[in-house]
Nanobody, 123 residues
Framework: QVQLVESGGGLVQAGGSLRLSCVAS????????MGWFRQAPGKEREFVATCSGNGRSTYYADSVKGRFTISRDNAKNTVYLQMNSLKPEDTAVYYC????????????????WGQGTQVTVSS
């Protein structure tokens, strides 16, 4: 059982930045693809970004490409999501998750999920 704990959410004005963190309990953290998803009220959970076990390969949703950066520090069992140039439409609960499939983008491919952290972007 992998436990994931997100942090770093908050309220920010449009154009601002936030950095989300997700700490994993599993010592085999490096074997997992890590992903970030988000869910806005009344909407389905959507893919945001993913990175490979060694962090060298990444993939982003078109809506965040060029603004968000996913990275990981395997020594700290932590994955990050740096979010710049935030827009009101980025407002959502953000979740991190683990997968055994390389650069998975479907929520169904992810095995363990964190509890989520709220990001609110005001206009």
């Amino acid at each position: 059982q992998v436990q994931l704990v997100e942090s770093g959410g908050g309220l920010v004005q449009a154009g601002g930045s936030l950095r989300l963190s997700c700490v994993a309990s599993e010592r085999t953290f490096t074997t997992y693809t890590m992903g970030w998803f988000r869910q806005a009220p009344g909407k389905e959970r959507e893919f945001v970004a993913t990175c490979s076990g060694n962090g060298r390969s990444t993939y982003y949703a078109d809506s965040v490409k060029g603004r968000f950066t996913i990275s990981r520090d395997n020594a700290k069992n932590t994955v990050y999501l740096q979010m710049n140039s935030l827009k009101p439409e980025d407002t959502a609960v953000y979740y991190c998750a683990t997968a055994t499939i390389y650069l998975a983008i479907r929520p169904s491919h992810y095995n363990y999920w964190g509890q989520g952290t709220q990001v609110t972007v005001s206009s």
